[in-house]
């Protein structure tokens, strides 16, 4: 048959000497080159308790945002599920009642919102299409989990906590600020 690349290289199938047969000089030979390795630049980190600084437009969570009254910013016009080119968010509208104008900014407000994140690729289309601010991807990154199930992220999941109610879980939720948010 025919090779298709020219790196193949022919085994040798010679007898092995009766110092070859010890192994040794391999033997040392292989701890020397890990006994190099210890004095080189490690291009691992110990995650996780250490982590790598990630770049400034680093795409990772998404996020339901708030006004700065703690409102749902998100009016379910269905602009980020159109424009997600992996189809994953799912969502379902509901009419603001009287009296809710404190919990939802906008006459009509999401009162179910997913994104599966197993089919997620953390484009950021869903946060360029949306008119409202309503959803950007944080710095966070999505936990590993067990079950599948646990990939599919509730509007709980993502909306982000009230700056009235809680200010300092708001801020971490938020994250530094990028240049595509403000
Ligand atoms: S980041 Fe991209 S793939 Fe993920 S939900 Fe938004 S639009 Fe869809
Ligand atoms: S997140 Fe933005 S684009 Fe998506 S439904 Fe809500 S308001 Fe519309």
Do not use: W
């Not at 603001?96 to 009162?111: F, I, Q, S, T, V």
């Not at 997913?114 to 309503?134: H, S, V």
Request: proline share 7%.
């Amino acid at each position: 048959m025919e090779a298709l690349t020219t790196r193949a290289k022919e085994v040798s199938r010679k007898p092995m000497s009766f110092a070859e047969s010890l192994y040794i000089p391999n033997i040392l030979k292989g701890m020397f080159i890990t006994f190099g390795h210890m004095f080189k630049k490690q291009p691992t980190i110990r995650y996780p308790e250490q982590k790598r600084e990630f770049s400034p437009v680093f795409r990772g969570l998404h996020v339901l945002n708030r006004d700065e009254q703690g409102r749902e910013r998100c009016t379910a016009c269905g602009l980020c599920a159109v424009a997600c080119p992996a189809e994953a968010i799912t969502m379902e509208a509901a009419e603001r009642l009287e009296g809710e104008e404190n919990l939802y900014r906008e006459e009509k407000y999401a009162a179910r919102y997913e994104i599966n994140m197993l089919r997620c690729i953390f484009c950021g289309l869903c946060e360029e299409a949306c008119p409202k601010d309503a959803i950007y991807l944080s710095e966070t990154f999505a936990p590993a989990n067990y079950s599948r199930k646990g990939f599919i992220y509730s509007k709980e999941d993502l909306v982000i906590p009230n700056p009235l109610t809680d200010p300092e879980g708001y801020a971490k939720a938020k994250g530094a600020p990028r240049a595509i948010n403000n």
